[in-house]
């Protein structure tokens, strides 16, 4: 087990949609360590594969003290919404209001390859879209209404975060996640 460097907007395997979990074996049920713990070190109340640059649809999470994982899921979502405040591992100390389903049912498999059915309402609900998202390719800037959003770029160009990860080069040029996906459907 070891904690992993958590990637930063502008490295591109964050606008990336990551592949099917083919193997259930030894090796993935490492990765689902390694993002436990760095998700718990950040801290964190979730963690998708790509944020550590590994491109499969496997991801962690951490709400009301119970930890979870997820491998190739999908989502079922409620027409209800929520609002509330939503951060991300990969642009650090920065939060918006962000539009979510106030339910979400999620499937798919543990790391042994079982099925696994997740329920969530609130704030785990929150968590399943926006690691399920991460999984997409997606941002949680891209579910921001568009004056927000536009704040929100304006907010990571100024991040020390990003100024520091441009001026090492590990962070090629802003670019806008081609996914214009406003409401809930993914
Ligand atoms: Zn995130």
Not at 6 to 11: K, L, S
Not at 46 to 69: C, K, N, S, T, Y
Not at 129 to 145: A, K, M, S
Request: aromatic letters at 8%; charged letters at 25%; one cysteine or more.
């Amino acid at each position: 087990m070891s904690i992993q460097p958590i990637r930063y907007f502008g490295d591109p395997v964050l606008t990336t949609p990551a592949s099917e979990v083919v193997d259930f074996d030894k090796e993935l049920r490492r990765l689902v360590e390694d993002l436990t713990e760095t998700m718990i070190d950040a801290p964190g109340a979730g963690l998708a594969a790509p944020q550590i640059g590994v491109p499969l649809r496997v991801f962690v999470w951490d709400v009301d003290e119970q930890l979870g994982h997820l491998v190739n899921p999908s989502l079922d979502l409620s027409e209800e919404m929520q609002e509330g405040e939503e951060g991300c591992l990969s642009f650090p100390e920065l939060r918006y209001d962000t539009p979510r389903a106030m339910r979400a049912v999620a499937k798919g498999f543990n790391m042994y390859g079982e099925p696994v059915v997740v329920e969530g309402t609130a704030f785990l609900a929150r968590a399943l879209q926006h690691e399920t998202d991460h999984l997409n390719g997606v941002l949680f800037i891209d579910r921001l209404p568009s004056d927000l959003r536009k704040q929100a770029m304006k907010d990571i160009r100024s991040a020390d975060w990003f100024l520091e990860a441009q001026s090492l080069g590990t962070s090629p040029e802003i670019r806008i996640s081609p996914h214009q996906t406003f409401g809930k459907g993914i």
